[in-house]
């Protein structure tokens, strides 16, 4: 129901935009979020939007350099990620909250896409 894409390996400095293709249930009320798992460490908040798209909520790290947006239609969560860096290299998941509470807690989503793989070289 979740299906994240446009994962790869990419220079430190360099851009990527991830997509996430909501389908089998309607979304509209729920908030999307993307999170990442770096190696070795615990899975983690990125970025938070409603659907409209009026209201979206950063993590520190990424605030300035990752944008995330949704399409008109409603279907697709986007990440764009600008100036990469090494330490941006992870497993990249989206994920709905049928809660709408924009959260940054992994178990407050209730749905995962399978995970996008990120690598920033140096």
């Known amino acids: 129901e979740l299906q994240a894409s446009g994962g790869g390996l990419v220079q430190t400095g360099g851009s990527l935009r991830l997509s996430c293709a909501a389908s089998g249930r309607t979304f509209s009320s729920y908030i999307m979020g993307w999170f990442r798992q770096p190696p070795g460490k615990e899975r983690e908040f990125v970025a938070a939007?409603?659907?409209?798209?009026?209201?979206?909520y950063y993590a520190d790290s990424v605030k300035g350099r990752f944008t995330i947006s949704t399409d008109n239609a409603k279907t697709t969560v986007y990440l764009q990620m600008n100036s990469l860096k090494p330490e941006d290299t992870a497993v990249y998941y989206c994920?709905?909250?049928?809660?709408?509470?924009?959260?940054?807690?992994?178990?407050?989503?209730?749905?995962w896409g399978q995970g996008t793989q990120v690598t920033v070289s140096s």
């Open positions: 994920a709905a909250d049928r809660a709408g509470t924009m959260s940054v807690r992994v178990q407050r989503y209730d749905y």
């Open positions: 939007i409603n659907w409209s798209g009026g209201s979206t």
